[in-house]
C-alpha cells in the first residue's frame, strides 16, 4: 500500500465526530507509535477519554474510510485520565474556586524573562497530555495572554442565580481569560491598586471555570500588589518561577522564590529560560545569558529545576501569532521540553497533594 504519513493520518483524526473527542487536541504529538505494513496500520494514540472503546471505534472506521487501502487497523489509546491529578484540597479554595484541582502561579521576579510565554505553552501541554487547563491572565496591567492565544473576542455572560457569570474563551483546549479581553488595548487605562487586585479576585469568582485539573496564574513581574492579592484569596497549590541564567535575573527570582516561602506557598520548581542558542546555520550553541543560573538557584534554595529552555525565534513567533510553540511545531525539540517540563510539574504536583510520585498515566492495554 502507498505510504500512509502521520500528518494525513492526523488530518483523518481530526474529522472525527464524537462527543468526547477533542480534536483540538490531536496533534503529531498525539501519535505514540506508528508503523504500516501489507495493509495493515499500528498506531497507539495518546488522547484524553473517558470511554476510550467509543473513540476507537469511531477513529478506527475514519481512517479505513479517509484510506481505502488500509485493511486492518491495531489501535492502541493511551488514554491520560484527568480524574488522576490528585487534588489540592483547602476549605477557602474549594469555596471560590469549587472544581478547580490545583491551583499554580507562574511567577518571576525581573520582567520580560518569559513567564507569559512559559504559562501558555506549559497550559497547552498539559492540555495536550489530557489534562483540563485554565489560565488567568494576572497581569493586569500589561496582559499578553490574549495575543498569544491568538484571541481577541468578548467573553459571553449570563445570569447566574445570585451574580453574573463570565464565560471564559476556548483557544488550543484551554480555558482563559484576561483583561485584555474586556478593555480595548488602545484604551490607556489607569489603574489604581485595588482595581487591579479585585480584578484578579474577580477572574477567579465571577467566571465560570466549571472542572479544572490545574488553573495557571500568568503573573505581572514582581513581588507587589497581584501577587499579594492572589496569595491572600486562596492558598495556591503552588509556584513556578522562570527565570533567565543570568545573574540580574536570578535576584529577582530568589526575592520572588522567597515571597511566595514566607506566604507558604510551595515552590513546584524553576524553569530556566531562554537557556542557550542554537544557531541554525552551523549548530553551534551559544550561552547568551550565562549558565547554569538555574541550576544554581535551584541547589542553593533548595527546589527543582523543572528544565531549561533555548532561545528559539519559533518561540517568539508563537506567541506574536498567537499559535503556542508547542501546538503549531509539535515535533519540535522545544516542544519536547516544554511537554517534559510540564510533566514535571505534574510529577510535583502530585508529590505536594499525595506524598507520593506515582505516575498519573494509566494504560488502557491493546485491546482491539
Ligand atoms: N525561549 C524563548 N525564545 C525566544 N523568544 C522568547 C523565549 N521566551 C520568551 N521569548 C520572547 O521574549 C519576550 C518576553 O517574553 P514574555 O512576554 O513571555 O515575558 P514575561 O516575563 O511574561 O514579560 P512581562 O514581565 O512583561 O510580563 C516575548 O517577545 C517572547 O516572545
Ligand atoms: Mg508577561
Known amino acids: 500500500m502507498s505510504e500512509i504519513t502521520k500528518s494525513s493520518l492526523i488530518n483523518s483524526i481530526k474529522n472525527v465526530k464524537h462527543p468526547e473527542l477533542n480534536v483540538n487536541l490531536i496533534t503529531l504529538n498525539s501519535i505514540k507509535k506508528f508503523d504500516q505494513k501489507d495493509g495493515e496500520l499500528f498506531l497507539e494514540l495518546s488522547v484524553t477519554a473517558k470511554n476510550p472503546d467509543d473513540i476507537k471505534n469511531a477513529i478506527t472506521d475514519q481512517i479505513k474510510s479517509d484510506f481505502k487501502e488500509v485493511k486492518k487497523v491495531n489501535l492502541n489509546i493511551k488514554a491520560r485520565s484527568s480524574s488522576h491529578i490528585s487534588t489540592h484540597k483547602d476549605p477557602r479554595k474549594d469555596a471560590i474556586l469549587p472544581g478547580v484541582k490545583n491551583t499554580i502561579a507562574v511567577a518571576s521576579g525581573k520582567g520580560g524573562v518569559g513567564k507569559s510565554t512559559v504559562a501558555v505553552n506549559l497550559a497547552v501541554a498539559l492540555a495536550q497530555d489530557g489534562a483540563m487547563v485554565g489560565l488567568i491572565d494576572a497581569d493586569i496591567y500589561g ?46 487605562i489607569i489603574w489604581r491598586g485595588p482595581m487591579a487586585s479585585g480584578a484578579i479576585k474577580q477572574f477567579m469568582t465571577d467566571v465560570d471555570w466549571g472542572e479544572l485539573d490545574y488553573l495557571l496564574f500568568d503573573l505581572p513581574p514582581g513581588t507587589g500588589d497581584i501577587q499579594l492579592t492572589l496569595v491572600q484569596t486562596i492558598p495556591l497549590t503552588g509556584a513556578v518561577i522562570v527565570t533567565t541564567p ?24 524553576v524553569v530556566e529560560n531562554m537557556s542557550y542558542f542554537i544557531a541554525p546555520d552551523t549548530g553551534k550553541k551559544y550561552d547568551i545569558f550565562g549558565i547554569g543560573g538555574g541550576e544554581k538557584i535551584c541547589k542553593e534554595l533548595n527546589t527543582n529545576l523543572l528544565g531549561g529552555i533555548p532561545i528559539d525565534p519559533r518561540i517568539r513567533q508563537g506567541g506574536d501569532n498567537g499559535k503556542p510553540m508547542v501546538f503549531a511545531i509539535p515535533d519540535a525539540e522545544e516542544t519536547k521540553i516544554l511537554m517534559d517540563i510540564s510533566r514535571k510539574l505534574t510529577e510535583q504536583v502530585n508529590i505536594r497533594n499525595t506524598g507520593s510520585d506515582d505516575k498519573i498515566e494509566i494504560d488502557l492495554g491493546d485491546n482491539n
Do not use: C, T, W
Not at 246 to 268: G, H, T, W
Open 143 to 188: 496582559p499578553s495572554v490574549p495575543l498569544m492565544l491568538g484571541a481577541n473576542d468578548k467573553p459571553k455572560v449570563y445570569q447566574a442565580e445570585n451574580s453574573v457569570k463570565i464565560i471564559p474563551l476556548e483557544n488550543y483546549g484551554i480555558k482563559f481569560m484576561s483583561i485584555g479581553l474586556l478593555v480595548d488595548e488602545k484604551d490607556p
Open 246 to 269: 543570568q545573574e540580574v535575573s536570578l535576584i529577582d527570582a530568589r526575592k520572588a522564590l522567597k515571597m511566595f516561602e514566607r506566604v507558604n506557598v510551595p515552590v513546584l520548581g
